[in-house]
């Protein structure tokens, strides 16, 4: 028996499949209207272009990308799409998936790039970037990365509502103001608002964000600023869209805030940023 | 081979200054040789550039058909300093070649060979890229710092929360009264727990303001001393009324001995306690009140028994109930009097140490 051609890429690939690829509340939202419709349209979309879409691959700054070609077949499944790629004997050699809840941070947007081609000749190409996979098709086929663009962005939209569950907060922050004696913040709470604040002084952005959501998941309503500081840290490290929700947040928890303005303000930026 | 620089270096330098001859001679510095008609009909085309000319300001001449005066430095000293001469063509031949010579040899002293020249090159470029880099590198931080501190500018920090709860060294909930001390707040709670305090701190320190009661001696009063009131009293009712002053002076000194024994007994009882604050308090106490409290109870003491001495004496005249609010107002006047003249000091206000806060 011969032994098999081992690619870099395949290597890759697989690592990239091991890194923490996990399947998420997908299921909780499956049967969301707007989710199966985008869900369905993909279905229909993808496999029949195909041939028409290129996959790179890049680490997180896209410092170093590797290109790997057009897969041979791309199966949409509830929480994610499947890039296959086979060989001669029509074996699968390789794949790739794009988790639909890994892309929930990602600004769903192509954009157009200039190249050219091994004769030199200039082409225009079309990215849509998805975590660590491109998406590349060429000029003749941005429709078809506008379709697909859409049809993502739907499926973020319902996963980061199920996510951050406004209308259940809503009557939490009802029932707050609702409340002659606001809760106040444990021993514990404060162990981790201290922590956050230390982290945040360090500009260690990640580690604050870990400690304030901690503070969250032990009482939701104790210490609002933590919503305002969240989305503020949130917004630093280029997550817009928990910035916004953790803001809008926080103005449903303290509707008389004395930074309402500068909070408002602070979402419209966001949703700039988020939208370009 | 530092020897071969030196020739190379020297031969370089007269062939320099050969070509600067010759190159001063191809730019139309000297005379060409030309007739003047020739001159002229070359003026008529405007400025010579050809190898032959004459200089800029003869040929400005040549094509005006004028004379152009200059005052030249040279002119005006003329006659005071003589001076080689030089034509116009000949001064500017030295200048330029000089300048040229210059050039030339400076050039030669700053690089001595080539090689080192491209590396130069080569590391100024290295230079400019790697300079290049560490200021966006130095940007990029910039605008990463400025956005931090923007967005801390908003970010909300603990001292901010108003619901913040710290807990207080001091718990107020035990419902301490204005002039009980720490140590007395512990106490009670000591006896509230059931266990056994001997020294009660609000027997001879606690005392209001509006209640300038005398303080009670905590010692025990001996059967010597029930005597010794009796004695005073006798002497007292001594006919002629000589007894009255030696009645005074005894109970005085009975009181300076209650108050004196009064005071041992606290100290003693502070000593017992262990507790320095309740030490510290005895320690300060102002035994010059103590004395006044002497002077108090016993003015106190003989208004008492002159009422009582009267009213024995009133027997006839009014009845019981008469007599009894008449001496009442008898003895009361007499306490009055020595509040009003300041013989005593109320005993909340002296006795009462300053409690400090521990």
Redesign the interface.
């Known amino acids: 028996m011969k032994p098999k051609k081992i690619h870099l890429n395949l290597i890759l690939f697989f690592l990239i499949l091991l890194l923490g690829f996990h399947n998420t509340s997908a299921q909780s939202v499956s049967n969301n209207v707007h989710y199966k419709k985008a869900i369905h349209n993909l279905a229909t979309l993808m496999p029949l272009n195909a041939t028409a879409i290129k996959l790179l691959v890049g680490n997180q700054t896209y410092s170093h990308v590797t290109v790997l070609g057009i897969s041979n077949e791309i199966k949409v499944l509830e929480n994610s799409i499947e890039f296959i790629f086979k060989d001669a004997k029509n074996i699968t050699t390789q794949t790739a998936k794009i988790y639909f809840n890994e892309i929930l941070e990602e600004k769903i947007k192509p954009k157009q790039v200039t190249g050219s081609n091994d004769y030199g000749s200039p082409i225009i190409e079309n990215h849509l970037k998805l975590g660590t996979i491109s998406l590349v098709v060429t000029n003749e086929h941005s429709f078809l990365i506008n379709n697909i663009a859409r049809e993502l962005k739907s499926i973020q939209t319902v996963l980061n509502e199920d996510r951050f569950k406004m209308d259940e907060f809503k009557e939490t922050a009802l029932a707050y103001q609702l409340l002659k004696e606001k809760p106040s913040i444990t021993e514990t709470q404060r162990k981790y608002i201290v922590q956050a604040n230390a982290f945040t002084s360090i500009m260690d952005y990640e580690e604050a964000i870990n400690s304030y959501i901690k503070v969250l998941e032990i009482n939701s309503t104790a210490y609002p600023d933590a919503y305002f500081n969240l989305a503020l840290l949130l917004g630093q490290n280029n997550r817009f869209y928990a910035a916004i929700n953790f803001m809008e947040k926080y103005l449903l928890l303290v509707p008389n805030s004395a930074v309402i303005d500068k909070a408002k303000e602070k979402i419209v930026d966001w949703e700039i940023m988020l939208n370009n | 081979m530092n020897h071969f620089f030196n020739h190379y270096k020297i031969y370089i330098l007269f062939l320099a200054l050969l070509c600067c001859y010759d190159v001063s001679s191809q730019v139309g510095i000297t005379n060409s040789g030309m007739t003047q008609e020739q001159e002229r009909n070359q003026a008529s085309k405007g400025f010579d550039n050809s190898s032959k000319s004459t200089s800029a300001l003869k040929q400005l001449e040549n094509m005006t058909g004028q004379t152009v005066t200059t005052y030249s430095s040279q002119r005006y000293n003329q006659s005071n300093v003589s001076k080689p001469s030089m034509s116009f063509d000949q001064q500017m031949n030295i200048m330029v070649t000089g300048m040229i010579a210059q050039s030339l040899l400076s050039s030669l002293f700053n690089s001595s060979s080539s090689v080192p020249r491209v590396q130069e090159v080569k590391t100024q470029t290295a230079t400019l890229v790697g300079n290049s880099y560490l200021e966006n590198l130095k940007i990029q931080q910039a605008l990463?710092t400025s956005?931090?501190f923007k967005?801390?500018n908003?970010?909300?920090?603990?001292s901010?929360?108003k619901?913040?709860?710290f807990k207080s060294i001091i718990d107020l909930s035990m419902q301490m009264n204005p002039y009980q001390t720490f140590e007395e707040a512990e106490r009670q709670k000591l006896l509230k727990k059931g266990k056994s305090i001997t020294w009660d701190f609000n027997n001879w320190a606690q005392h209001s303001n509006d209640q300038p009661t005398i303080e009670k001696s905590t010692f025990q009063r001996t059967k010597a001393d029930e005597y010794l009131d009796e004695a005073i009293n006798k002497i007292e009712t001594l006919p002629g009324g000589v007894g009255r002053i030696p009645a005074v002076a005894g109970r005085f000194m009975v009181n300076i001995k209650d108050e004196t024994m009064s005071y041992l007994n606290d100290a003693k009882d502070a000593a017992i306690s262990g507790n320095t604050a309740t030490m510290s308090e005895v320690g300060n106490a102002d035994l010059g009140k103590r004395v006044n409290n002497a002077i108090y109870k016993t003015g106190v003491q003989t208004a008492s028994a002159y009422y009582n001495q009267g009213k024995d004496m009133a027997t006839g005249y009014f009845d019981d109930k008469m007599k009894e609010v008449n001496f009442g107002i008898v003895r009361d006047a007499g306490g009055v009097l020595l509040e009003k003249y300041k013989i005593y000091a109320p005993i909340s206000d002296s006795w009462k140490v300053s409690i400090r806060k521990h």
């Open positions: 990463i956005k931090h967005m801390m908003l970010y909300k920090t603990l901010d929360e619901q913040m709860k």
